[in-house]
């Protein structure tokens, strides 16, 4: 598959092949692109044509690290979740591993998935392109706001957190081999993985915002021409041909949104489960600590190390959930903005009747990011993490106090018991 795409800016473009590079290897993001030839108009406003297409070297390259992965987490499993991240209870043993091995599986299955389905994802993004390409014809109304800025600061972003855990990990803490690979190396992909989402749904959400922008550009070009020009036939019917464009281009990408949803929902269930009980893993260790550990240097390390985990696993979720969030309200906005037109603008029937028609088909695309429709994306999700965090540390704590009490009076009991026999002993 080999499909010219429509115009990038240079600094689109740059953000482009970061993203790209740091999927590239992690897995997710298998395929290919290559510049193509440029004509002088585009080198005059810096703009690329990028060509998209299928790559057997990164489907071998995913099956490598799938291999990989398998044999660095058997051989380090046990050490990491049993021997180094213990601290005397139970209950940490069983989560440390059972974190391990959810992240085993997904990261198993994430490599597999995007080299099944590599064809689908380069049809997508040409599809998305072509789109572009179609909408630039509109240059008097239509002009994409690509959100260069928010896309690299959410990247850089998300890079640094990364460096900040492995930092503390292997620098402040001094952690093992097995450790960082366990758990910091599980982290990193799967963060990628809902970041990555995150950045695809935000360049769904500017493309519904310039369309928004469009229809309302063609409401005051409509009114400022209407009353200025005499050949209204003519005026009216080009108008007519961009909104059924803006038409088009709005059910497509609504239908390709369903299909980002679907493609990602299935690991961002067991991602948000993984990074539920993470989380809640840490804030465990973050109250328990000062409990059965003396305070010092050591114990403000472990303050730090689980702050900056805590920032690592929240920020992503926090990005996708906020991400999904305005690109449903741009979607919803549309509704709005074709009511406006039909209220305030003065057009021909034909116009009037393609605004209705779009109005009504509007009613029956009621969408919204959700997870196979287990739950939504947007602030519900954050609300039930934080709450389920809450109750399980309730639970983990009593026991944990009934386990302390417990200890302690076995401890009172051993003692007098020995008393109580050096003292028979006696002559």
Known sequence: ?????????????????????????????????????????DKKLKRETLTF??????????????????????????????EERDDGSLTSKAIGICLAMNGLVLLTFL?????FEQRKIVSFANRLMKIDKSLNELRDVYHLNSGNVRLLLMTVAHLICCLLVLFSESILLQNSAASITIYVGQTVVLTFYITQYALVVTLMEKRFASLNDALLRISTNNVRTYTLTAS?????????????????AYVI?????????DFYAAATIFIVIHFSTSIMYSSYLMIITPMIKTWGIGVFLDYVNTGFWLLFELAPLTVLVTSAARASKEMKRTSEVVHRLLATCAASREFRRELKN?????????????????FSLDASLMNSIFSAIATYLVIFLQFQIKNSVYMRDEMTTTAISHLDSDVTSLP
């Not at 590079?21 to 108009?41: I, M, Q």
């Not at 490599?111 to 080299?115: A, F, I, M, V």
Request: net charge positive.
């Open 1 to 41: 598959m080999n499909v010219k795409i429509s115009k990038i800016s240079v600094s689109s473009l740059c953000v482009i092949r970061l993203n790209f590079l740091v999927s590239r290897l992690l897995g997710l993001a298998p395929f290919e692109f290559v510049r193509s030839e440029t004509s002088l108009e």
């Open 53 to 82: 297409r299928y790559s057997r070297t990164g489907a071998a390259s995913n099956l490598i690290w799938m291999l990989v992965v398998s044999i660095l987490h058997y051989n380090f499993v046990y050490t990491a979740c049993v």
């Open 111 to 115: 490599p597999l998935k995007y080299l």
């Open 232 to 248: 209204q036939r003519s005026l009216n019917r080009s108008v007519t041909v961009e909104v059924m464009i803006i038409k088009r």
């Open 253 to 261: 990408l609504s239908d390709m949104c369903r299909e980002i949803a």
């Open 358 to 374: 779009f109005s009504l088909d509007l009613l029956h695309r009621n969408f919204k990011f959700t997870a196979y429709d287990m």
